[in-house]
């Protein structure tokens, strides 16, 4: 069993940064794949980053492309999203999510995540 707890959201203002942490529990979290996903009100939740369980490889929605950055230490059982740049369409709830994963790839669906921490928020004022 895991859990997931995020951490680092807040309100700044456009153009600023933001690192979010997911601070994983359980022994076997350097081989779970893990992603970071987001929910703004009234809307579908959506797929922001993923990573493999090795860190070698990632994945990104095309609104991250270029301005976030998901990278994760295993050895603290932590994944980060580090936004910058952020707009006020980035406000949002966002979510770590995780799953065992056997090959060192990446998943970038809700539906193949089985863990989910319970959300920071994140809100950039224009």
């Known amino acids: 069993q895991v859990q997931l707890v995020e951490s680092g959201g807040g309100l700044v203002q456009a153009g600023d940064s933001l690192r979010l942490s997911c601070a994983a529990s359980g022994r076997t979290f350097s081989s779970h794949a893990a992603g970071w996903f987001r929910q703004a009100p009234e809307k579908e939740r959506e797929f922001v980053a993923a990573v493999s369980r090795s860190g070698d490889k990632t994945f990104y929605s095309e609104s991250a492309k270029g301005r976030f950055t998901i990278s994760r230490d295993n050895a603290n059982n932590t994944v980060y999203l580090q936004m910058n740049s952020l707009k006020p369409e980035d406000t949002a709830v966002y979510f770590c999510?995780?799953?065992?994963?056997?090959?060192?790839?990446?998943?970038?669906?809700?539906?193949?995540?089985?863990?989910w921490g319970q959300g920071t928020q994140v809100t950039v004022s224009s």
């Open positions: 999510a995780s799953r065992q994963a056997w090959l060192d790839t990446f998943y970038y669906t809700g539906a193949s995540y089985n863990y």
